[in-house]
């Protein structure tokens, strides 16, 4: 057993091998051969600052305890910079160039961290049980039964639980947050702690829907169209009445693939035909009091053409190189109204590249045009 357990801190990557190996010799040099025996049914988990803004918390756990992972521990605390680049220790590094997002979206809200222990079942550790359970980082990957897939997370920034790996990384990752003596409690545990509903629970709940946010903002960006804002209009309360019906994740994603494939293709056009008036506009007779009134007329409908096909397909941002500048426009211009429309909009857009090869791989349509 203690040969078992050892190797998932010995059989590391060159980046991880040495921190897993001074991990290893500080458990071994505290822990007794029972906490040795109870690291494989044991499990760190926690609920993202997302889902306790949602107040979606309670269910999580409630999905959690009904599929049998039992709370011996559990903590709130508010992220900081240092402990967010101290749990995701090594992810940080394969999500370098757009790791920024991470603490513009995980100091906003509490975590709750938990220690878990339970039967691993089939799998080789109660951790590989626990990915099971929640599902691929990005939530639309995913298939019913899976708790991001079914209490419909965001995206892969705001996909409402994490989960260590393995029993190792379940170690380190509670370290974070815990002391070894707590950590060593919990491993001998079989006493389940309550959880104080309220103190898991926000003040005020937000509601957390990206299509819904990316329809409030789009219809909110069509008001200064001059041409095409009829057509627009009536796609976008198509898309709402859909959103609003809160279906599963598949079932919603295959209603709004039509629309967004047309929001996107006029968005396209209205984008094109704009910086062709721009063009001319500038190699007309030199007037620079008319062209100046001209240029931001057009650029504020251009600025709704750019945010109106970011937000309806995936492929084209998940290419958009300058979607910082087109949401500070689109900031500027009253697109945007609230910090969590914000948030999710930019989280979305910094991990849209994964996201669409998650979906590919699993061979699930991406929304897109193209």
């Known amino acids: ?17 040495q921190v897993f190996l001074e991990l290893r010799d500080r458990f071994l040099a505290e822990a007794s051969p029972a906490h040795i025996k ?3 049914n044991f499990a760190f988990a926690a609920i993202k600052p997302g889902c306790f803004a949602r107040g979606l918390a309670p269910e999580a756990l409630r999905r959690l305890r009904e599929a049998e992972f039992h709370v011996v521990d559990y903590r709130v605390t508010n992220l900081t910079a240092e402990l ?44 590989g049980r626990l990915r099971d359970l929640l599902g691929p980082t990005t939530p639309e990957a995913g298939s019913p039964g899976h708790i991001r897939y079914d209490l419909k997370g965001v995206n892969r920034v705001l996909n409402l639980v994490h989960a260590a790996d393995d029993p190792a990384s379940a170690l380190r990752e509670a370290l974070v947050f815990f002391s070894m003596d707590e950590v060593l409690k919990a491993l001998t545990s079989s006493s389940e702690v309550e959880l104080d509903r309220d103190e898991i629970t926000p003040d005020e709940i937000v509601e957390l829907s990206r299509w819904e946010i990316f329809n409030r903002v789009k219809t909110r960006a069509v008001e200064g169209l001059e041409e095409g804002r009829g057509v627009v209009l009536k796609l976008l309360n198509e898309e709402a009445d859909i959103v609003k019906q809160n279906l599963p994740i598949d079932e919603e994603r295959a209603r709004l693939m039509p629309i967004e494939v047309e929001l996107a293709k006029w968005a396209k056009r209205a984008e094109s035909a704009l910086r062709d008036r721009l063009i001319k506009e500038a190699r007309a007779e030199a007037n620079v009091r008319r062209k100046g009134l001209v240029y931001g007329k057009l650029n504020s409908q251009l600025v709704s053409s750019r945010i109106i096909l970011a937000l309806s397909d995936e492929e084209e941002m998940a290419q958009m190189s300058d979607f910082d500048f087109t949401l500070m426009a689109a900031i500027s211009e009253g697109f945007v ?6 948030l999710v909009m930019h989280s979305t857009w910094a991990v849209m590249p994964q996201m669409v090869r998650d979906l590919r791989k699993r061979g699930k349509p991406v929304i897109t045009c193209v």
Do not use: N
Request: glycine share 4%; hydrophobic share 35%; no cysteine.
């Open 1 to 17: 057993m203690t040969d078992s357990v050892l190797r998932y801190f010995e059989e590391r990557g060159d980046l991880e091998r």
């Open 38 to 40: 109870e690291l494989e």
């Open 84 to 127: 967010i680049d101290e749990l995701y220790a090594f992810v940080r590094l394969k999500y370098r160039d757009s790791w920024w997002i991470m603490k513009k979206v995980y100091t906003r809200s509490p975590m709750v961290a938990l220690l878990l222990k339970g039967s691993p079942g089939s799998h080789e550790h109660l951790s």
């Open 337 to 342: 109204e609230e910090d969590w429309e914000e």
